[in-house]
Nanobody, 125 residues
Framework: QVQLVESGGGLVQPGGSVRLSCTVS????????VGWLRQAPGREREGVSC????????YYADAVKGRFTISRDNAKNTVYLQLNSLKAEDTAVYYC??????????????????WGQGTQVTVSS
């Protein structure tokens, strides 16, 4: 019904930057909020950032606040996550996820109905 595809991950140096993209296809009218969540080896999936449909609300986990920026272009059905000042601790598989159109969003996986396959971000020298 709704498919999300992430792109842009790869190997990056500590202190470097990368931009992730999430493109949504299918019944795009049924989704609203979009979140980025990540999972490192041996750890639970954690919320990174989320954004409402109108971009009126954006939230970030404390660990990435000030370094990551979420944005979206609804005409392109695409959500972006800009990752700056990357640290080794940011190494993880990054997933985008979509949920209902709500006035606010959250960083928990319970809010999302559709998930992408993830893209690997590796921060290493």
């Amino acid at each position: 019904q709704v498919q999300l595809v992430e792109s842009g991950g790869g190997l990056v140096q500590p202190g470097g930057s990368v931009r992730l993209s999430c493109t949504v296809s299918g019944f795009t009218s049924v989704y609203g909020i979009v979140g980025w969540l990540r999972q490192a080896p041996g750890r639970e999936r954690e919320g990174v950032s989320c954004i409402t449909y109108s971009s009126s609300r954006r939230y970030y986990a404390d660990a990435v606040k000030g370094r990551f920026t979420i944005s979206r272009d609804n005409a392109k059905n695409t959500v972006y996550l800009q990752l700056n000042s990357l640290k080794a601790e940011d190494t993880a598989v990054y997933y985008c996820a979509a949920g209902r159109n709500r006035p606010t969003c959250g960083l928990g996986p319970m809010d999302y109905n559709y998930w992408g396959q993830g893209t690997q971000v590796t921060v290493s020298s």
